[in-house]
Structure formats: C-alpha cells, structure tokens
C-alpha cells in the first residue's frame, strides 16, 4: 500500500509540469520606450500602440473591440505542410476600431502578431507589433483606419509566415483576399503530398523529353549524362587498380594473417591504413614546403 502510494505520488510530481503550462505574463513588465513602443527583459515587446490618437478620416471611435489569439505549433497540425499558425487565420473589424490583442504564445520560441500596412503618420513603419518569447502572453491596443482593407498579419520570425503563421485582418469588407492563408486561401505554391517518388521521378523524365529541343547553332553544353559517364570512369579506374594492388598482396597478407583472428586482421588492416595515410600527409606536407621555400628563394632576386 505504501508503494503504491508513492508511485502515485510520484506520477503526481513528474505530470505536474506538463499539465500545469506557465505563461509568462509581459504585460506586467513592460517598459515605455515612447511612440507606442513597450519592451521588457524577458522578450516582450508591443510595437505601435496607439489607444487613443484617431486615425484620420476617422470622427470617433466605432466599436472597441477585444481578442486573445493563440500561437503554436499544434494550432498548425490541421494544415498539412505546415508548422506553426495562429488559432484564427481571419479577422474582420469595423472602420475606425479601437482593438486590443492579447497574443498568447504556446511555443517554447518567438512568436509575433504583426499587422501591415497601417498608415504611417501614425504607425511606424506601417506596423502593429505583438511579439512574445514564449510560453506567454502579451497585449496591445491600437485603433484601425477607416476604409475597405484587408490587412495582412503574420509572425516575422524568419520562415515562421511561410511555415503557416499568417492571417489576414479585413476592416470593413476589405479589399480581397491575401494568398496563401492556411485554410482561407490558395497556396501559391502548394506540395503534392499523394505522389510517391517513382510517380514523380518519372513526371520529371516525361517532362526532359518533352522539353523543346535546344538550338542547333548554341555551343553543345555538358550534359548530366557525360558527367556522369566521366565520374564512372573514375570510379571503374580507382577499383581496377584498387583491385590489381589487392592481387597482388594476397599472397602477402594471407601468409601474414595465418593464426590471426578476425579482429586481429581487422586492426592489422585499420594500422597499415594509418601508416599509409601517414604517409602520404608528410609527403604532402613536403611537397609544399618545397614549393614554400622555392618561393622565399625567388622573390629577393626580383
Ligand atoms: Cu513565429
């Protein structure tokens, strides 16, 4: 009874931490550099906050509006190909929205919610910016733009957008849709994940010889079939002798490794290619030192 109880314990101790995910909380640490930019120790940084200067053409704020995005790995199992996504890949909003987004990010590296494209008298660079060292969260408020637009919002981490974080945020009804949205739209260029290998090798040999032939007056380039040939010589060259000097030492070796037993012969042989290799690095090394000192020796007479 006391071991089981132990043993309950003790899975109780080691699960703890896989069930109990902390996140660290930024918004209590962050530090105002000015124009809307917050930064802390800890990888937290919100980028163009604005909560209350109007964007122009707008009279007042519409709608103030909340949202928690999540960001993960696992919101990207759903998409295949992909790696990493937000739990919400569209967003659409009223003209002239004052919006706060908490970023939640369940990864164990970098993440961000950067949106494009806002104006620039108002944003830097065009940018909202939500960037979290995960697990945590961060938040930020900024207020939308009047007009029909549709807003691209991504992770910047380099390759995290074209692994699958990225989403689109329409204010009003937008202005059409951005490709390559994981579920909402086209890739732009999509992976064939049903053809197996042999299909495809022989789709990109039918297309070899579909292919216009090249012009009669171009130089004739070295195809990858003569390449090919050379390197088998090679290889054909490098046994035959490899070969020739195995012959000739059987003899030898047989003699040599009469009594011996397999792993002796194994060490026997790993020694005389260590020699051999040996070998030929001091004569290396001599030959360029000859080349070396020939050197020294011409220049002064220059
Ligand atoms: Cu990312």
């Not at 043993?7 to 699960?15: D, M, P, R, T, Y």
């Not at 637009?149 to 699958?164: F, P, S």
């Not at 390197?231 to 054909?236: M, R, W």
Request: glycine residues 8%; hydrophobic residues 40%; negative net charge.
């Amino acid at each position: 009874m006391v071991k089981l109880l132990s043993v309950g314990v003790l899975i109780v101790l080691f699960s703890a931490p896989v069930v109990a995910q902390e996140y660290e909380d930024h918004d209590t640490m962050l530090m105002d550099h000015g124009d809307g930019h917050l930064m802390d120790m800890a990888g937290g940084m919100v980028m163009g906050q604005n909560a209350d200067t109007l964007p122009g053409g707008c009279d007042s704020i519409s709608e103030t509006k909340e949202i928690t995005v999540h960001a993960g790995h696992k919101y990207a199992e759903k998409f295949p190909g992909r790696m990493f996504a937000f739990d919400t890949q569209e967003f659409n909003f009223k003209p002239c929205t004052k919006l706060t987004v908490h970023f939640v990010n369940e990864d164990n590296v970098r993440h961000q919610w950067m949106m494009h494209g806002l104006p620039k008298y108002l944003y830097p660079k065009g940018m909202f910016h939500l960037e979290a060292t995960g697990p945590s969260k961060i938040s930020g408020t900024l207020i939308l733009p009047p007009g029909d637009k549709t807003y691209l919002v991504h992770c910047d981490i380099a390759q995290h957008m074209e692994k699958g974080m990225k989403a689109q945020l329409k204010v009003g009804k937008g202005d059409g849709d951005l490709p390559s949205i994981p579920g909402v739209t086209a890739y732009v260029v999509t992976d064939d994940y049903k053809a197996a290998l042999p299909e495809l090798v022989a789709k990109a040999e039918k297309d070899a010889l579909s292919a216009p032939p090249i012009a009669a007056t171009a130089p004739p380039a070295p195809s990858v079939k003569t390449v090919q040939k050379e390197e088998d010589s090679i290889i054909s060259g490098v046994t035959v002798i490899g070969l020739a000097l195995g012959l000739l030492a059987a003899p030898f070796l047989a003699r040599k490794f009469k009594g011996m037993s397999g792993s002796e012969v194994v060490a026997y042989v790993f020694d005389l290619l260590r020699s051999f290799v040996e070998l030929v690095v001091k004569l290396l090394s001599r030959l360029i030192n000859l080349v070396g000192s020939n050197k020294n020796k011409i220049l002064p007479e220059k």
